[in-house]
Nanobody
Framework: QVQLVESGGGLVQAGGSLRLSCAAS????????MNWYRQAPGKQRELVAA???????TYADSVKGRFTISRDNAKNTVSLQMNSLKPEDTAVYYC???????????WGQGTQVTVSS
């Protein structure tokens, strides 16, 4: 059974920083993409950042230059460093992993990030 455990969410003032981490455990092989999504109240879930097994990264326009995604392939972990946080970054953040050729996909339980103005 595969489990994704997220940590690092919390309450921070605007301009502050948080680091989210996600560890995948269980029988996993060949993780392709590791992603962070977020969902704010009343809004659809959106892709925030993604990283491939080769290290290629993509970001939502709204977080470019402020967020950095990284991964440790040996440990099956993915992190999201969030700097210069804004109130509009407030959301539940979800870790997501996708296997090669999409043979599997798993989601974390979500972690709340709240940015106060």
């Amino acid at each position: 059974q595969v489990q994704l455990v997220e940590s690092g969410g919390g309450l921070v003032q605007a301009g502050g920083s948080l680091r989210l981490s996600c560890a995948a455990s269980g029988s996993i092989s060949s993780i392709n993409r590791m992603n962070w999504y977020r969902q704010a109240p009343g809004k659809q879930r959106e892709l925030v950042a993604a990283i491939t097994s080769g290290g290629t990264t993509t970001y939502a326009d709204s977080v470019k230059g402020r967020f950095t995604i990284s991964r440790d392939n040996a440990k099956n972990t993915v992190s999201l460093q969030m700097n210069s946080l804004k109130p509009e970054d407030t959301a539940v953040y979800y870790c997501n992993i996708v296997g090669r050729l999409g043979v599997y996909e798993y989601w974390g339980q979500g972690t709340q990030v709240t940015v106060s103005s």
